[in-house]
């Protein structure tokens, strides 16, 4: 399961008294784009995107408003019981970027980003391409330096 290390995800806790301006920096922070607002215990309350502060910015609301209208109270997650490939598939119907995983407390243990879905298999083969030739479109440079590969 590729979960994003704690450490990282910390960053995205935000409690339900928070500014936009502490969400800001948690999302500076993080640089996740989301914010997990949490209980005190770390049971997950709500989310809060990048988008959502663009969006309450342009409404007028200041980085000294409270976050309590902008939390989204019924996130989508993810549970310890799914495997990879579930999460997956809901995370691509749902069009998320990210994906908070709980247990069956609602209490935040992990993250899933979509990016990590997609990497490229590493492989075990090594190639190389040599490509070589003349010179002689080059010349009469080629006569003193010869041309690099």
Avoid at 30 to 47: A, E
Avoid at 75 to 95: A, G
Wanted: proline letters at 5%; a positive charge.
């Amino acid at each position: 399961m590729n979960l994003i290390p704690k450490k990282i995800w910390f960053k995205t806790l935000v409690r339900p008294n928070s500014k936009i301006e502490d969400v800001v920096r948690s999302l500076s922070r993080s640089s996740l784009q989301i914010c997990l607002v949490v209980s005190t215990n770390k049971t997950l309350i709500g989310t809060i995107t990048d988008g959502d502060i663009r969006r309450a910015l342009l409404r007028g609301l200041t980085l000294k408003s409270s976050i309590n209208t902008l939390i989204k109270k019924n996130p989508f997650v993810v549970t310890s019981q799914m495997d990879r490939k579930t999460i997956k598939y809901l995370m691509e119907s749902k069009s998320l970027l990210q994906a908070p995983q709980v247990d069956e407390k609602f209490k935040v243990v992990g993250f899933h980003l979509w990016r990590d879905f997609n990497l490229p298999k590493k492989r075990n083969n090594v190639v190389i391409i040599m490509a070589g030739g003349f010179g002689k479109r080059l010349q009469p440079y080629t006569f003193k330096c010869p041309k690099p590969m």
